[in-house]
């Protein structure tokens, strides 16, 4: 630690700061409080760089990827329908891409207003979307004219 006062031409080193980082990896969401409380009970004091990740995302991924295709199939058959045919052989299918959430962060201090001395951590699960968007085309066969 350095102290920068606007008198001096360099900093003048004053002490020192020691930082340890640990990794905790909880996979039950209702055990997360706890283990924030134990670690501050054991003198931590800021916990940091929390993230929410979902243990299924790629099946979820691929889940959201089928549906999509799915619903881009029923949407080209309406239109087909509507303008008076009918869908044949599929031409090409791409993915536009599929949007997952970033890993949520947040920080927890132990000297933090909002933590009440003896109170236990409350996590409240969110939702993790994932979202999918494709792009199909399929051959275009005409009905009967009239």
Same mark, same amino acid.
């Given at each position: 630690?350095y *102290?920068?006062?606007?008198?001096?031409?360099?900093?003048?080193?004053?002490g %020192?700061?020691?930082?340890?980082?640990?990794?905790? $990896?909880? +996979?039950r969401?209702e055990? /997360?409080?706890?283990?924030?409380?134990?670690?501050? !009970?054991?003198?931590?004091?800021?916990?940091?760089?929390?993230?929410?990740?979902?243990?299924?995302?790629?099946?979820?991924?691929?889940?959201?990827?089928?549906? @999509? &295709?799915?619903?881009?199939?029923t949407?080209? *058959?309406? /239109?087909? +329908?509507?303008?008076? !045919?009918?869908?044949?052989?599929l031409?090409? /299918?791409?993915?536009?891409?599929?949007?997952?959430p970033?890993?949520r962060? %947040?920080?927890?201090? @132990?000297?933090a207003? &909002?933590?009440?001395? !003896?109170?236990?951590?409350?996590?409240?699960?969110? $939702?993790?979307?994932?979202?999918?968007? &494709?792009?199909? +085309?399929?051959? %275009?066969?005409?009905?009967?004219t009239?």
């Open positions: 630690m *102290d920068y006062s606007s008198n001096r031409q360099s900093p003048e080193p004053i %020192f700061s020691a930082n340890t980082m640990i990794r905790a $990896e909880v +996979r969401l055990r /997360l409080g706890k283990v924030i409380d134990a670690a501050i !009970g054991a003198g931590t004091t800021g916990i940091s760089g929390i993230q929410y990740f979902a243990s299924n995302a790629e099946e979820a991924r691929r889940s959201a990827m089928s549906q @999509a &295709v799915r619903e881009a199939r949407d080209a *058959d309406v /239109l087909a +329908r509507a303008a008076g !045919g009918s869908l044949g052989r031409i090409t /299918l791409n993915s536009g891409g599929v949007s997952q970033f890993p962060d %947040f920080n927890v201090l @132990a000297s207003p &909002v933590r009440v001395a !003896g109170a236990p951590t409350n996590i409240a699960p969110g $939702e993790l979307n994932i979202t999918a968007m &494709v792009s199909g +085309r399929w051959q %275009f066969i005409p009905g009967p009239r």
